[in-house]
């Protein structure tokens, strides 16, 4: 159990921002592209990853 307990408080550290993301961060993007002011942007990804790299 000690063990699990470390690795969620050390969850997160390894990003560039040296915590992990929270959902109310990453809200007002999808807001903003469901709504009327976003309408002309299509196609587009939307990448939250505390700027780790992903490859593959």
Known sequence: MATARKRVGEFGSD????RPGQPAKDAPAYV???SQDGSYI????IHIKGDTHITG
Do not use: R, S
């Open 15 to 18: 990003t560039l921002m040296e």
């Open 32 to 34: 903003f592209l469901a």
């Open 42 to 45: 299509t196609g587009q990804v």
